[in-house]
């Protein structure tokens, strides 16, 4: 069922913003339903749109919101750029200790050998030549530097 158009519901709803009565659209107020109803909810939305004027909370300072998103679009694109480099990393970290695993026992017997080929009571400028083969120093720098390599590579992870 609708509700018949009332001809002072214009009238009605100045006066309900406004709270200016006049006797005779107060009467017709009391005894038109349409004009009651839209009385209530006029009086409604006017004392709400009144709270809300009041509490003015102020919005927050855009300057923050807006540096948080560009160093978080940095972060974003600092990691996307240094992904393949991350995982260049750890391959060369498992190359250099699958060779270095891969020499472990002969390591062990040139290592053994060297120690026991030496002659400490020869004079110091022998000692270089003594102390061991060419292949055991390339072995030993790659196990210490795959090593530091993965140590740079875990702190950087922590950081």
């Known amino acids: ?6 001809s002072h519901e214009e009238a009605v709803t100045a006066a309900a913003r406004s709270g200016d009565w006049s ?3 107060k009467a017709h107020r009391d005894g038109c339903l349409t004009c009651a109803e839209l009385t209530l909810v006029v009086a409604a939305l006017a004392a709400d749109a009144e709270e ?6 102020p919005l927050p300072d ?3 919101i807006w540096l948080r998103a560009q160093l ?3 972060e974003r694109d600092y990691r996307r750029a240094t992904s393949a480099i ?12 699958a060779v270095g695993l891969a020499f472990v026992p002969g390591l062990w017997n040139l290592v053994k050998g060297a120690f026991t080929s030496l002659d400490l009571s020869s004079p110091v400028a022998d000692l ?4 061991g083969s060419p292949l055991l120093v390339i072995v030993v720098s790659m196990l210490v530097l795959g090593g530091l390599a993965l140590w740079e590579l875990t702190a950087a992870q922590e950081n």
């Not at 809300?52 to 909370?57: G, N, Q, S």
């Not at 270089?128 to 102390?131: D, V």
């Open 128 to 131: 270089p030549r003594a102390a």
């Open 23 to 25: 006797p005779e659209l």
């Open 52 to 57: 809300l004027v009041a509490i003015h909370a």
């Open 86 to 97: 991350v995982w260049v990393q750890r391959a060369a970290v498992a190359v250099t200790l």
């Open 1 to 6: 069922m609708t509700a018949k158009p009332c």
């Open 62 to 64: 855009p300057a923050p």
């Open 72 to 74: 978080a679009s940095r």
